[in-house]
């Protein structure tokens, strides 16, 4: 070992990030959970000037996709450059044909991977071997990492065995339990990083690059005749590969004393039963292993490090030749195989061996599948397949960590077994994603660790973007900590919000003798007949000691608002033991005022505070001795939802997931409609409240509200009788219907308080500024009565469609949203449009929606937000991948066309049958109107009633795709990291194509769900991750893009600057019978603003020039009419007076306020060269545009 | 025809200074000012308050949605905090004394006693010619005694004298109990120049909207009375640079301010009004009216009608007979 060894604790992804960057000279990245924050390192350190070993600055380059990003790393490598990439899953699939070409040229290089989930059944953004299996033939050496140390050795290792070795390696780690757990690791010195990686190899693969100093031709095409034996010449690269990694290993181990072999095994030098496992689950089974070896058992662990080239004489001579049971775990399903690949490797090799006489004695090789998403693997499911593994007759294929009742796959395990030293302190700490319990966690962390403990911390968080709940795995102790799964034996439980304390996991996770932390409202005496039968058992089953303290009171107090985490971690250091208290407040007001520096000295003072008035505020609670409560708590569903949401999705919602058995689940990933309905989260503390003698009824807030919260009716005046107490109405102001009454209801429980509506209020109280005719109020009393005045509003008739004018927002609000209660950010600036969308064509809508914020919100489990209208009809919903999505919806488009087809041809046929007439009513209505669309829906329902008295094949075919002919509306819904990058190339084609589809672009300007990452629709002199230091490319123009076609219905909408003019863009686009692409300016959570002011930036980008509200009808250009219409005024703002009011664009004036004022004066240039571009196109003849080429029919 | 004077110890071209104005925001601004004729340029301050308080909201934007959701559990690259340095007030003095000709002078308003001079560094370091302290605060409680208030202002112009080698001007409010004995205090503590001065916004009030409604920020041609009746008091008595910073829209405002006995008129309302090549159109005029009176410099007739030793007699004097021939004022007809 050389030199003082330097500790930090830090996550896998910036372990393996810190090592990948000084490594390389270009990163060639795009952003992919759980992988992007090892860009978002390369490109921040960039943006810094932060050198590599080799003393540059390396350069961070973020592609269009996945894809293109290994097409520039082939590039950069080819031109001798060393270069790396950071992904997972999808991203690593369409690395694929990249991946053959570097390794076929034998090219060193190194591919970063958080190894994730595939989608298949359904996405998941969760880790298993799923991607790097799907790689395995690619030529690519494969080296897998089990811990955060090991990611940031073996990144090392990998580069340095790549350019020694010349075949390219990826190297993996397991997404989230690896890439997100922090953990203390010792960190590689510049100095060692040089010691491992030679100058000599970097200059020898810069010296096969392509040169026309040196030319020759690489890439050629190859014939039957020379093609395979050319592929054979690289099996010698390969031979040495195994030794190359050794010895690596060797020289890591020379400078650092952390030892790695290719296969690792550990237990019983004569086992009997051994484990091979790769990634974080061999970790787990190590520790088990040791845990057992030491009470006497037989047993041991195979670690395989490097899995290609497979190294087959290590595996056996790693093996005792005692053994004689080895079950092989793979983190991957491979349907219809033999079994998984690292099965078939281990017992191939095991096989050969014995045959060759190298191995004396064949052991059972079985072959398990575990952890597939994340799924939890414990030290409990490890001891289970050894347990299974001396059973009579073990299960040849199985499966751990589930219930398989379908197919019998699974083993039994005990789930109690607890493997982990007394010396380890365990603390897990439930909270939401508003109330900073993660942030004080991670604080918490660092001042351990500045005590000289190692420590671990996990964090899981929900699916949800608004309200989320978090929960917090701490680990603290004297020696390393070797533990990738979750605590279930706490010490010390913190329960941030006393809502969540119901849930089953909270106690479920408490150790028998627990300290138990709750914020709660009440005071120490009065909290016991505040809680539930079943956890006041528990506390009392488990022995527990409780604490209280109302944390919102004392960070009210201080003025740090709902931020309750400083007071929690306070108690926490108080109470846990983990430091003494004194030390440990001492320690904690040293880190606030570090941490808090950079919000300001008031912000330090009140957190100061909240430690003192914490500690003064913290009670334990003088537990009964028997449980007291009669009260349980509420079914998380109500009794009458439909039985698979009371069986699965309510177990779902509680937390239960885990234990459903596989039988409970749909086995070709088709789920119910309109769940959310059934989820009341009763997320914020204030809600919309309606005020009737106030509203005018023009509808705005309904329009805008992202969560459709608010609904209304109008409804004869007598439907009344019978209303709750409470009930609101008002006179319905609209001439000619004398004794309707209108009501605007609000969903109390599923608004989130965001206050878009208060803000899309038109009216205010006279002599009362602030106060409109909808204001937020205090939800708790609203919520009862609420309920009650839900009911009664459902049961008021729906007005009929027809009789609805859709051409206004004031009649819009009328039709029902079939896009409900999502999950999205409270004041989210995507889902009103979409919701839109629902309440305009859902009852006959397919939607191909891109991977993104709304596939997330719009198709993330337990409960999704499509739903269905009162006759069962509403938006059929499906999410393909991110990148093929226009693709995608051009599919089902193609499918319904080709079934219209097949209709209207049985319809012919069966004319005469079912009346000429009514056929040929039914085969030329226009279908355009709302009043078209009802009369064609009456006329199918005569003609199915008519068909059910006929029978043949031809009216069974007939019958199957009679629906179609009712005109469907197809829609294809996504993001601008897809509209823009990833499906660019898709989109212009299914736009090329002229077929009847409708594209709706959500356009947050940045990859939202991602986290905020820059995409080519990002403006120019905006800061965004990948563009940290402002983005210096102006955003492209994809309206006239399209435009150019000629051919497409082309809309560029705000709701918040012109509402009228949203509407009429959905109106026409889909009335249109070609093409028709709405781009939608969708304020995000990522432009850095106050959520609320939202629609407020969307009028400035309008009235700045910076977003032109544009349409553009090919229809207009057939009738002879300039078909580009400017529908926003001249800018009248100038472009700072829009951008000022947003972080992203303000952040850079901050960071570097010579390029801000550089971007921002180019950025004013260019909207005024825009408008001027637009303002000729509005003053064209209709000649000078392109003519709609597509023939009639 | 020469013009010069000194200021702060600073030798400049001409008399005329522009003072902080929206025009002072930017490079350019600097810039035009300069070009324009302006002497030196006095920069927008650099208000503490406000930088803490916009580093504060950013971050919490920046955090905002934070460690919520796992895939993203940020939205933004990190964001400079409040403990970051200034850099776009820096940058913008730096480029500025880097690139306009005259003396930039740079504006301060701390928060804290620390940062006062924290800042104050930094603002040497970036170039700046001297530094003005704008020792604006919210009106204080009525609690606070006047000589509180006076102490606090010493002990700031202490700090920032001690942090720094650069001359150092306080910008002075109207409003002490005792002007000239707080401005002699201010001038033995070591400022060297005083600039009389500030004017405080003072919102107004929209009677249709119930709300308050910042006010209207220019001055008017009266306002430069009251500084330059100071100056011309404090004159004889002060070796510290004199400054008049309030109400100079003509040529004739110039030659007032210098007759009082400023060194220097500074110019902010007129320059937005006129664009900031309107300095030359001042300095033509003072120009002008040197030579019809036979002046060759500013020397010869600066401080020609500042008072005398005998103040107190000579000022009631003054005042009464103003007072009287304020009330002989004719109303208008109605």
């Known amino acids: ?1193 | 025809m020469d013009l010069s004077t000194t200021y702060m110890g600073i030798k400049l071209r001409n008399p005329l200074v522009a003072s902080p104005s929206p025009l002072s925001h930017t490079l350019d601004g600097v810039r035009r000012l300069a070009d324009g004729g302006a002497a030196a340029v006095v920069l927008h301050s650099l208000f503490e308050e406000d930088l803490l308080s916009q580093a504060e909201h950013q971050i919490a934007l920046a955090e905002a949605g934070s460690e919520s959701s796992p895939e993203s559990l940020s939205f933004f690259p990190e964001i400079p905090g409040a403990d970051a340095e200034p850099r776009r007030y820096l940058s913008l003095l730096e480029r500025s004394a880097a690139t306009v000709g005259v003396p930039v002078v740079a504006s301060l308003n701390g928060a804290s006693p620390g940062s006062w001079s924290r800042y104050a560094r930094q603002m040497q370091d970036a170039g700046a010619a001297g530094i003005e302290l704008n020792l604006y605060a919210s009106p204080a409680g009525p609690a606070t005694a006047a000589r509180t208030v006076e102490e606090t202002h010493l002990e700031i112009l202490g700090l920032v004298k001690a942090a720094v080698a650069l001359p150092v001007a306080v910008k002075m409010s109207p409003y002490y109990s005792s002007v000239g004995e707080m401005a002699a205090r201010l001038a033995d503590a070591g400022a060297d120049a005083l600039v009389l001065f500030n004017r405080f916004m003072h919102p107004d009030i929209d009677t249709d909207a119930l709300s308050l409604v910042p006010g209207i920020g220019l001055s008017s041609p009266p306002e430069a009375r009251l500084p330059r009746t100071w100056v011309a008091l404090l004159r004889p008595s002060l070796s510290a640079s004199l400054a008049i910073s309030t109400g100079t829209h003509s040529s004739s405002d110039l030659v007032k301010g210098l007759l009082a006995g400023a060194d220097v008129v500074m110019a902010t309302s007129v320059l937005l009004n006129h664009g900031p090549g309107h300095s030359e159109v001042l300095l033509e005029g003072l120009s002008a009216w040197m030579e019809a009176r036979g002046y060759a410099n500013v020397k010869q007739f600066r401080g020609l009608l500042a008072s005398g030793r005998n103040v107190p007699s000579r000022e009631r004097v003054r005042y009464v007979e103003a007072l009287r021939a304020a009330n002989a004022v004719q109303a208008g007809t109605w």
């Open chain 1, 1 to 1193: 070992m050389t030199g003082p060894v330097a500790r930090a604790t830090i996550d896998g992804n910036e372990a393996t990030a810190s090592v990948a960057y000084r490594l390389n000279e270009i990163c060639c990245i795009y952003p992919i959970t759980p992988s992007s924050a090892m860009a978002e390192l390369a490109d921040e350190w960039s943006a810094k000037g932060m050198r590599n070993v080799f003393g540059s600055v390396p350069a961070v380059v973020e592609m269009q996709s996945e894809g293109g990003a290994a097409g520039a790393l082939h590039g950069s490598l080819q031109g001798g450059a060393l270069a790396t990439t950071f992904t997972a899953s999808q991203g690593l699939l369409l690395m694929i044909p990249n991946m053959y070409k570097i390794a076929g040229e034998l090219t060193p290089a190194v591919i970063h991977v958080a190894a994730r989930s595939i989608a298949a059944q359904g996405l998941s953004i969760f880790g298993d071997h799923q991607d790097v299996m799907a790689v395995r033939e690619t030529g690519f050496a494969l080296l897998g990492s089990s811990s955060v140390q090991e990611a940031h050795d073996m990144a090392a290792v990998a580069q340095a065995a790549t350019l020694s070795a010349r075949v390219p390696f990826l190297h993996f780690f397991d997404g989230f339990r690896t890439s997100h757990e922090l953990n203390t690791i010792e960190l590689l010195s510049d100095d060692d990083l040089r010691a491992l990686v030679p100058q000599t190899l970097v200059r020898s693969h810069r010296a096969r690059s392509l040169s026309p100093e040196h030319p020759f031709v690489r890439g050629t095409a190859q014939n039957p005749d020379v093609y395979f034996q050319a592929r054979e010449t690289v099996n010698p690269y390969y031979a040495r590969v195994p030794e190359i990694v050794e010895a690596a290993m060797a020289k890591l181990f020379d400078r650092t004393g952390r030892r790695y072999h290719l296969v690792s095994y550990t237990g019983h030098p004569e086992a009997e039963r051994v484990v091979v496992a790769m990634g974080s689950g061999a970790e787990t089974v190590r520790a088990t292993v040791s845990h057992l070896y030491a009470r006497g058992e037989r047993v041991g662990a195979l670690t395989v490090r490097l899995y290609r080239p497979f190294p087959a004489a290590e595996l056996v001579a790693a093996l005792p030749p005692s053994v004689k049971a080895v079950a092989v775990l793979d983190r991957t399903k491979e349907p219809g195989s033999f079994g998984e690949p690292l099965f078939l490797d281990v017992l191939g090799v095991l096989a050969e061996a014995h045959n060759a006489g190298r191995r004396a004695d064949m052991p059972m090789v079985t072959g398990g599948r575990y952890g597939l998403s994340s799924k939890e693997f414990t030290p409990a499911m490890a001891a289970g397949v050894l347990a299974e593994l001396a059973r009579p007759a073990p299960k040849r294929r199985f499966t751990v960590g589930i219930t398989d009742d379908v197919s019998g796959t699974s083993i039994a395990y005990d789930d109690g077994l607890d493997i982990e030293p007394g010396s380890t302190t365990r603390a897990v700490f439930f909270g939401l994603g508003a109330d900073g319990t993660v942030g004080a966690n991670k604080n918490t962390i660092k001042i351990l660790g500045a005590e000289g403990l190692f420590a671990q911390g996990y964090f899981v968080y929900d699916s949800k973007k608004s309200g989320s709940q978090t929960v917090s795995h701490l680990r603290f102790g004297p020696e390393p900590v070797k533990a990738p799964y979750l605590i279930s034996q706490a010490s010390f439980v913190g329960c941030h919000q006393a809502g969540l304390l119901d849930r089953p996991e909270v106690l479920d996770r408490a150790a028998p003798g627990a300290t138990l932390l709750l914020n709660t409202p009440h005071p120490a005496g009065e909290v016991w007949g505040t809680l539930t039968r079943t956890v006041q058992e528990k506390i009392l089953g488990k022995d527990i000691a409780l604490y209280v303290v109302d944390a919102n009171r004392v960070a009210r107090e201080v003025g740090l608002g709902q931020r309750v985490n400083t007071v929690l971690q306070a108690c926490f250091f108080s109470i846990s033991g983990v430091l003494d208290s004194t030390t440990a407040v001492e320690r904690m007001k040293q880190a606030i005022t570090k941490t808090y520096a950079r919000r300001g000295p008031k912000v330090v003072e009140a957190n100061l505070a909240a430690v003192d008035r914490a500690l003064e505020g913290l009670a334990r609670v003088a537990v009964p001795d028997r449980p007291t409560s009669q009260r349980e708590a509420d079914a998380p569903v109500p009794a009458d939802a439909p039985e698979f949401v009371r069986r699965v999705t309510a177990a779902m919602m509680a937390g239960l997931g885990d234990t459903l058995p596989v039988s409970a689940l749909p086995d070709d990933g088709t789920w119910p409609s309109g769940t959310t309905a059934y989820e009341k989260r009763g997320i914020s503390d204030t809600v919309a409240q309606w005020d009737p003698e106030l509203c005018i009824q023009c509808g705005n807030c309904s329009f805008v509200c992202p969560h459709a919260a608010i609904r209304s009716k109008y409804y004869p005046g007598p439907e009344l009788d019978g209303a709750p107490a409470g009930f609101a109405s008002a006179p319905l102001r609209a001439r000619g219907l004398p004794g309707t009454v209108y009501t605007l209801q609000i969903y109390a429980e599923d608004c989130t308080g965001c206050g878009l509506c208060v803000e899309a209020c038109p009216v205010s109280a006279p002599g009362q500024p602030d106060r409109k005719a909808v204001n937020l109020a205090w939800a708790e009393p609203l919520i009862g009565p609420g309920r009650q005045h839900i009911g009664f509003f459902e049961s008021l008739p729906v007005p009929e469609r027809p009789r609805v004018d859709f051409g206004t927002v004031r009649g819009a609000q009328f039709l029902t949203p079939l896009f409900e209660f999502s999950g999205a950010c409270a004041g989210c600036g995507e889902t009103p449009y979409v919701k839109l969308l629902s309440q305009l064509f859902g009852d006959r809508a397919v939607i191909a929606n891109a991977t993104g914020c709304s596939s997330i919100y719009g198709g993330n489990l337990p409960t999704t937000p499509w739903a269905k209208n009162a006759d069962g009809r509403g938006p059929a919903w499906s999410n393909s991948l991110f990148e093929d999505n226009a693709e995608f919806g051009l599919g089902l488009r193609l499918a319904a066309d080709h079934h219209l087809s097949l209709a209207r041809q049985g319809l012919s046929t069966l004319r005469d049958a079912l009346g000429a007439d009514l056929v040929d009513s039914v085969l030329s209505a226009p279908q355009r109107s709302e009043s078209e669309l009802a009369s064609q829906r009456q006329r199918l329902a005569v003609l199915s009633d008519r068909l059910a008295g006929l029978d043949g094949p031809v009216v069974d075919d007939l019958r199957s795709v009679l629906d179609h002919l009712l005109r469907r509306s197809v829609w294809i819904v996504g993001g601008d990291g897809w509209a823009y990058d990833i499906g660019s190339g898709g989109l212009d084609h299914v736009l090329a194509s002229g077929r009847d589809v409708n594209v709706l672009v959500l356009d947050t300007e940045v990859y939202s769900n991602t986290g905020g990452q820059m995409s080519k629709a990002t403006p120019l002199g905006a800061m965004a991750k990948f563009a940290t230091a402002g983005k210096a490319v102006e955003k492209k123009d994809l309206a006239l893009q399209a435009m150019a076609y000629g051919s497409v219905y082309v809309a560029r909408v705000a709701m918040g600057a012109d509402p009228e003019q949203t509407l009429r863009a959905f109106r026409e686009a889909e009335a249109y019978d070609g093409p028709s692409l709405i781009i939608a300016y969708s304020h995000c959570i990522a432009h850095g603003i106050e959520m609320r002011t939202g629609l407020d930036q969307q009028h400035r980008a309008v009235a700045s020039g910076y977003w032109p509200l544009v349409r553009y009808d090919p229809v207009l250009r057939a009738a002879g009419d300039n078909p580009f219409l400017l529908d926003s005024p001249r800018p009248r703002l100038a472009l700072s007076e829009y951008t000022g009011r947003e972080l992203r664009f303000a952040a850079l004036a901050r960071t570097n306020p010579e390029e801000a004022e550089r971007l921002g004066a180019l950025a004013q240039e260019a909207v005024e060269l825009r408008w001027a571009t637009y303002e000729e196109m509005a003053t064209r003849p209709a000649e000078r545009f392109p003519a709609d080429a597509r023939k009639e029919g």
